[in-house]
Nanobody
Framework: QLVESGGGLVQPGGSLRLSCVAS????????VGWFRQAPGKEREGVSC????????NYADSVKGRFTISKDNAKNTVYLQMNSLKPEDTAVYYC???????????????????WGQGTQVTVSS
């Protein structure tokens, strides 16, 4: 089970930190991905992290603004979002699974466990 939190309303240029907490499974060997879905658009991968070696990947649209990190002791993955733009407005989901490669981290179908999503709205 995955539970996201930390969404909200923020002005352009502001920051938010999303959290994804896992329960009921040992996820040390998992990859966790953050996805988002804006109204009328398909869900897209934002960032992912391999919880075993800490390797990360980012979508071009968020590179330099978003940072994904982990706290294995707390079974938590964070997504620090800075310099937010209106186009970042979306429902953000975290997902987890054991993947053969981090390059699969933006493939929705590769993930078997999903959270319920948290709304992020960037607006003045």
């Amino acid at each position: 089970q995955l539970v996201e939190s930390g969404g909200g309303l923020v002005q352009p240029g502001g920051s938010l930190r999303l959290s994804c907490v896992a329960s009921r499974f040992n996820w040390d060997y998992y990859t966790v991905g953050w996805f988002r879905q804006a109204p009328g658009k398909e869900r897209e991968g934002v960032s992912c992290i391999n919880l075993s070696d800490g390797s990360t990947n980012y979508a071009d649209s968020v590179k330099g603004r978003f940072t994904i990190s982990k706290d294995n002791a707390k079974n938590t993955v964070y997504l620090q979002m800075n310099s937010l733009k209106p186009e970042d407005t979306a429902v953000y989901y975290c997902a987890a699974d054991i993947l053969p490669s981090l390059s699969d981290g933006f493939e929705e179908g590769a993930f078997g466990s999903w959270g319920q999503g948290t709304q992020v709205t960037v607006s003045s």
